[in-house]
């Protein structure tokens, strides 16, 4: 089994920055897919930004340019860089991972397409 552990969520103004983290342990494997997603309250999660084994992206329309999804295989992480905040990005985000991916993901974007998750990290986005 996997296990993922996000860290680096808080409060920040809007325009601000913020840099999540997501360790991956248990078991490893070169062609994972990650991701990351976000849920606010009494809204469905949705998909946020993914990355797959060989490194292409996927980015949803609203954090398109905002927000760099990247990886670190030597130290099991995938981090989510998320500039110029929005009150609308407020959110509990979790990332997510699909272990055996080795051709990529047709739904990249998709709750469906991963088998494990981590607990979530809340980012807070104030006026």
């Known amino acids: 089994q996997l296990r993922l552990k996000e860290s680096g969520g808080g409060s920040v103004q809007a325009g601000g920055s913020l840099r999540l983290s997501c360790v991956v342990s248990g078991y490893t494997y070169s062609s994972n897919c990650l991701a990351w997603f976000r849920q606010a309250p009494e809204k469905e999660r949705e998909g946020v930004a993914s990355i797959d084994s060989h490194h292409e992206t996927t980015y949803s329309d609203s954090v398109k340019g905002r927000f760099t999804i990247s990886q670190d295989k030597e130290k099991n992480s995938v981090y989510l860089e998320m500039n110029d905040l929005k009150p609308e990005d407020t959110a509990m985000y979790y990332c997510?991972?699909?272990?055996?991916?080795?051709?990529?993901?047709?739904?990249?974007?998709?709750?469906?397409?991963?088998?494990?998750w981590g607990q979530g990290a809340q980012v807070t986005v104030s006026l």
């Open positions: 997510a991972a699909q272990w055996a991916c080795p051709d990529g993901l047709a739904s990249p974007l998709s709750v469906s397409s991963y088998n494990y």
